[in-house]
């Protein structure tokens, strides 16, 4: 089911959605990631790799400026999107953030209904008329996300009440009910079992169709298997950014072909 | 104070068995510490242990149970003759106690000598003058049966105390022998001494219980004695607390629930007052704030936390009352009295408060896993939108458990309502009207000269057993939530 | 994936708003505004609560410090062996005395170019009876007969209160305690450098007085009486507490009666403080007939409040250190007591003894159980003889006497309370810092 290498998928004509110029970032002190240059695709399923503490989460974070929240971040350099810099002092990282959505490492729905974890975002941004309208974008959200069998005889139970996998797939579909442009993912299923993982995989393969999507992974397989371009990020360098098919196949700095074959890692 | 001599001389049978148990173990093993089956100091310890722990059990069982068999000796020896109409038996046994204690003190100070004191003959209106001379209070003339029981009452006590001497003193000895005796190479000395000393750590754990023990025993005993002579349906459903002052019942009216109202409604207004500050302050400093301002605001919310009752007490009687009277009494819009009222006591209760709702909402909201908060930022929600619609859902039960035991502090709380509240028992909805609570109330009748066995200082134990349900049970209920919310996170 | 698959149409790309990042849009200014709003709450709640604080502080400086300072009038004057065995021959002798007192005075007056005109009831009103005390000193001290000899005499607590703004002229009405004609003689004296304003030893030092003489109220006797009863806590509550706290921690197996001591020493430290009092009465002084209103007895009160506070802060930082620490004590073949007492205890020492301090100050301050046991309403008018009488006599402590003086009716004992408050807060003052102290210097992250 997975043996497909994403390279071989049909790859849409691209346009550039993201592009990032001179990056870095200090926590305090700690310079965490150093001159990032990178363009992100649209329709497209980029893959962050790297070892751990190599600075691809933290780079993720940037570009939903969820560093925001935390004191001591620091960033430096332009990210754009659709040509526009969201670091911009006009830029209210709110709206960034409905168009630029993120899922996490540990699926973390709210304590709520499941019905108004997929709400929540459509109700803060007042993307329903009514409430036949907000039904509809939570039928709809939760189908995308691949769930809607699973969930629809209790949609009125709480969301904490599902296994993880369901959980991770939950938080997705409540990721997309906003109608994002693009969606982040981080480590998003290394709290799931293989069989959860197979099925939030074969999701964000699905939602390549209409999204952006930026995935960071510490699995190469699942690198491999769902994305179109790697970058592979090495102590907060970005080391090498390309097809997916060539950076495992025919990497060309020493220190991608040392992490891809376990030399490092 | 023999007693204290006593324990000085019980502590030295300790620290001489010590040194010989050491020196016995050392000697039996040849001098070479490296043949003892423990340390020397554990046979030393197990000799001390045996000398003191037995002894000091012995004295404190013995100074418990003394007084009471002889006030039990002693009452049985009244005769009911001696008991009049207005009185009852426990009050003479006061009488008896007071004239024997005046006679003690009275011997002490040289004023009376021991055989006059012990004299079964002796004149009646003599001893009371004679105590009377020495400076000892007696309420009235000495009758005869009364001298005859607290000649006995000294008597009894003075010979019990002997008789606790020695016997304290010859288990000591007999504790440090047995000990001694023990004292040889191959005795497992540390074992013993740890079982022992576990046994003493069990004890002071044991302590809480006992106290809780005490608690609930003081009160029962003195409620029930209390439901004899007031019907248990007028206490609890009673609309009028009129206690009589001349402290021998009859004509009291000793309803609890405009107490128990007026504790409900300066309960109220402190935790309008303390709710949503501590509330919003504790969203702020965990939310909002950066740790320069945390780390200002938050010690100084603490001091308020810090500060004794008794100065609030102080500032609601001196400052609040009179600022409030300024605003609302006859100079202002007319509708206070006086300057204790409900919403002085209120307010500053609710003052007092602050930094408890604060602290506790604190750490609930502290304890909201971040990941919460991502998911939500992550779908562009703005912080307070988080807030509302996130964390506070989330940390929900454990704040309601928070203010459950701010009600709790609010209801058990006596010296801001003492100071600010007033004395007057009311059924009145005016929050500018001075009432009073169940706290107050126990204070009031249980000082001054109040007779303990009447009904109007018996009253007070009911108040506090009730004071005490209403507490425990919000208590546990909201740690029982509490927990329940800590460990839905953990 | 069966759901996905079977509504491919849906998952066609819905078209995006066309906004651009750099405006924000109207909904977006709504959301931040009502984000601005709830953050202004959150600062209004903090500065509400500070602004409470502040107000608290001034409250206690502002009514406290007068009772530091106390109104004297310093008169020097030489009384002669003749003067003083005429005055003794008169049938009111008092009198005789408070004569040649004022004669003195008015002459010391007119040397300084002032001419005021007084008579006995005046100087009495403002410092007392001046001749009883002149003629025990005399009859004292014969010797200084003829010498120069300065006296300090108090004034009364109304001219003290017209010194700190309590009493003004043109509230005051004439009575037995003070005339309006008094205060001009009280502004010549202070004119001339006679009455003035000193520091008030006998408020630190004194004893409590009687209800007719606020001036000479102090609260050192009940600071004596706070301090047995401390000792008493101290002494108690920290060997069990630690003890109790070790054997939760450390040995205690999980079953029910450790569930029901855990349980327990939760609601205890919730319990009402008043109900220790109910409990110290019935058990103590009902039961067990200690005396009342002696610190001992307080103290036991106290040290069953404190104990749960004790013991929750203690187990805390025994918690605190780690189980690698047992396992090497018990590696190297120690007993399990050995390696609590040997190791374990050591270091979870400051956190204890922080915890500790802490307790105690809760303990000083508090009140409620106190009136129980009767250290209201009795005038603690000195200090203990000994060591023993100060656990077993009658006394009374800081806050119980801040409590008396507050619920007497003269208003010049509300400045006493005031002040006595200061001194309490000095005292919980010094013991937290105590505490941060050691906190700071001795703690140990692991």
């Known amino acids: 089911m997975y043996d497909a290498p994403a390279s071989e998928q049909k790859v849409n004509q691209q346009t550039t959605k993201i592009s990032a110029r001179k990056v870095q970032v ?65 830029v209210d990282p709110v709206q960034l953030r409905a168009k630029v959505g993120m899922v996490f490492q540990k699926p973390n729905p709210f304590p709520k209904s499941i019905y108004d974890n997929i709400a929540y975002g459509p109700r803060i941004h007042g993307l329903a008329k009514n409430k036949a309208d907000l039904d509809e974008i939570v039928e709809k959200s939760l189908r995308r996300g691949a769930i809607w069998n699973e969930v629809k005889d209790r949609l009125h139970a709480p969301g904490t009440g599902l296994s993880g996998g369901q959980q991770q797939r939950l938080c997705i579909a409540r990721a997309i009910a906003t109608e994002p442009e693009v969606l982040l993912m981080d480590e998003p299923c290394s709290a799931l079992d293989p069989i959860a993982t197979g099925q939030v995989e074969e999701l964000i393969d699905e939602l390549r169709e209409s999204y952006s999507v930026v995935i960071v992974t510490h699995s190469m397989q699942q690198a491999a298997r769902v994305s179109q371009k790697t970058a592979f990020f090495h102590l907060g360098n970005l080391v090498e950014y390309g097809e997916t098919g060539q950076i495992f196949t025919n990497p060309v700095d020493p220190r991608t072909e040392s992490y891809i074959t376990g030399r490092i890692g | 104070m023999p007693i204290f001599w006593l324990v000085l001389i019980v502590l030295a049978i300790g620290a001489a068995g010590y040194v010989a148990g050491r020196r016995r173990a050392l000697a039996s093993a040849g001098g070479d510490s490296r043949h003892l089956h423990s340390l020397p100091s554990y ?92 400076g000892q209070i007696v309420t009235s003339q000495v009758t005869q049966p009364i001298l ?30 047995w000990g001694l005796r023990e004292s040889q190479a191959e005795y497992r000395a540390r074992n013993i001494v740890e079982r022992s000393i576990r046994a003493l750590l069990v004890g002071a754990a044991s302590i809480a219980v006992l106290t809780t023990l005490g608690i609930v025993l003081s009160l029962v005993f003195n409620t029930v004695e209390f439901f004899r002579l007031y019907p248990a349906t007028d206490f609890f459903f009673g609309l009028n607390w009129a206690p009589s002052f001349s402290g021998r019942g009859g004509s009291s009216d000793l309803g609890i629930l405009p107490l128990l109202w007026g504790t409900f409604y300066i309960s109220l207004v402190a935790l309008v007052v303390a709710v949503p500050i501590g509330l919003f302050a504790a969203i702020y400093l ?104 996130v964390v506070l859902p989330a940390a929900l039960p454990g704040i309601v458990g928070a203010i459950l035991l701010a009600a709790s502090r609010a209801i058990g709380e006596t010296m801001i309502v003492v100071l600010g509240a007033g004395a007057a028992a009311r059924l009145s909805l005016n929050p500018f009207e001075a009432m009073t609570t169940v706290t107050a109330k126990i204070v009031s009748q249980l000082t001054g000269d109040a007779d303990f066995a009447s009904p109007e200082a018996l009253v007070a134990f009911a108040l506090g057993m009730t004071l005490f349900v209403i507490t425990l049970g919000l208590n546990i209920f909201a740690l029982y939530i509490v927990r329940k919310y800590r460990e839905q996170y953990e | 994936m069966t759901d996905a698959t079977s509504t491919p149409g849906s998952a066609t790309p819905r078209a995006h708003k066309a906004t651009s990042l750099l405006t924000v849009d109207e909904r977006t200014r709504r959301r931040n505004a009502s984000e601005g709003r709830f953050k202004t709450y959150g600062i209004v709640a903090i500065a509400i609560a500070l602004f409470f604080l502040v107000v608290l502080v001034v409250a206690i400086l502002r009514s406290g410090l007068p009772a530091f300072t106390a109104t004297v009038a310093d ?74 000899v300065s006296f300090q005499l108090s004034a009364s607590s109304r001219v003290d209160g017209y010194f700190k703004g309590r009493v003004t002229r043109e509230a005051l009405q004439d009575s037995r305690f003070l005339q309006l004609s008094d205060l001009d003689l009280v502004d010549a004296l202070e ?20 209800v007719d003489n606020p001036g000479g109220a102090g609260i050192g006797a009940s600071v004596v009486g706070s301090f047995f009863m401390m000792l008493v806590v101290l002494f108690l509550s920290l060997p069990i507490g630690v003890a109790a706290s070790i054997y939760l921690e450390e040995f205690a197996p999980q079953n029910r009666w450790t569930d ?98 802490i307790g105690l100050a809760q303990a000083l301050g508090e009140t409620a159980p106190l009136l129980l046991i009767g250290m209201v309403g009795f005038v603690a008018r000195g200090y203990p003889d000994g060591i023993v009488s100060g656990f077993v006599d009658p006394n009374s402590a800081m806050p119980a006497q801040i409590y008396t003086w507050a619920a007497r009716a003269d208003a010049a004992f509300y400045e006493k309370a005031w002040g006595g408050i200061i001194i309490l807060l000095l005292f919980l003052m010094t013991m937290n810092f105590i505490a941060i102290v050691l906190r700071r210097r001795f703690e140990r992250r692991w």
């Not at chain 2, 046994?93 to 007071?98: D, L, P, Q, S, T």
């Not at chain 2, 606790?164 to 000591?172: E, G, N, P, R, Y």
């Open chain 3, 75 to 148: 008169v020097e004057i030489t009384i002669t062996q003749e003067e003083f065995d005429a005055a003794e021959g008169e049938l009111f002798k008092t009198k005789a005395y408070e004569q040649l007192f004022i004669g003195k005075l008015q002459r010391q007056l007119s040397e300084n170019g002032m001419q005021v005109e007084f008579d006995a009831a005046a100087i009495e009103r403002i410092m007392g009876k001046v001749g009883g005390d002149i003629r025990e000193f005399y009859r004292a001290n014969p010797a200084q007969l003829g010498e120069p």
């Open chain 3, 260 to 357: 029901m001591i855990e349980v327990n020493i939760s609601n205890l430290a919730a319990v009402p403080s008043i109900v220790f009092g109910i409990l110290g009465l019935a058990v103590f002084i009902q039961f067990m007939h200690l005396p009342q209103s002696a610190p001992l007895v307080g103290g036991l009160v106290l040290t069953l409040m404190t104990l749960p506070t004790i013991i929750i802060s203690t187990r805390a930082s025994l918690k605190a250190v780690p189980p690698s620490i047992r396992d090497a004590a018990l590696g190297v073949g120690a007993s399990k007591m050995q390696a609590v007492f040997h190791h374990v205890l050591p270091l979870a020492m400051p956190g204890i003894l922080t915890g500790t301090i």
């Open chain 2, 43 to 134: 046979y030393g310890s197990n000799v001390a242990i045996k000398a003191v722990v037995p002894a000091f059990l012995l004295m404190i069982v013995w100074l418990l149970v003394q007084p009471l068999y002889v006030s039990n000796t002693v009452s049985g020896m009244l005769p009911q003759s001696a008991i009049p109409d207005n009185s009852s038996r426990g009050l003479v046994m006061a009488e008896v106690r007071r004239a024997a204690e005046g006679m003690n003190n009275a011997v002490a100070q040289g004023l009376m000598s021991e055989e006059f004191a012990g004299n079964a003959r002796a004149d009646v209106a003599d001893v009371t003058q004679r105590l009377k001379d020495a």
């Open chain 2, 286 to 389: 965990s939310e909002y704030a950066s740790p320069r301002i945390r780390s200002f605001a938050k010690p100084l919310l603490e001091v308020l936390a810090g500060i004794p009752t008794i100065v609030y007490g102080l500032f609601a009687l001196l400052t609040v009352g009179p600022l409030l009277l300024g605003v609302f009494g006859d100079e202002g819009l007319g509708i206070m009295q006086a300057g204790t009222a409900v919403m002085t006591a209120g307010l500053v209760l609710g003052i007092m408060l602050i930094p408890f709702v604060s602290s506790l909402s604190d750490d609930i909201i502290n304890a909201v896993p971040q990941a919460m908060r991502d998911g939500s930022y992550g779908l562009g929600a703005t912080k307070s939108e988080t807030i509302k619609q």
């Open chain 3, 191 to 210: 004119e001339a450098g006679i009455i003035r304003q000193s520091f008030n030893w006998t408020f630190i030092q004194g004893a409590d007085s009687g």
């Open chain 2, 148 to 177: 005859r029981a607290a000649q006995r009452y000294r008597v009894m006590n003075s010979t019990g105390g002997q008789m606790m001497t020695i016997a304290v003193l010859v288990l000591s000895v007999l504790g440090s022998l």
């Open chain 1, 26 to 90: 200090y926590y305090g002190d700690t310079h965490a990631i150093k001159d990032v240059d990178v363009d992100i695709e649209d329709r497209t399923v980029t893959a962050f790799i790297g070892p751990s503490g190599c600075g691809k989460s933290t780079f993720l974070r940037c570009l939903n400026r969820m560093n925001d929240t935390i004191d001591v971040a620091r960033i430096e350099g332009d990210i754009l999107l659709d040509g526009e810099d969201i670091y911009d002092k006009k």
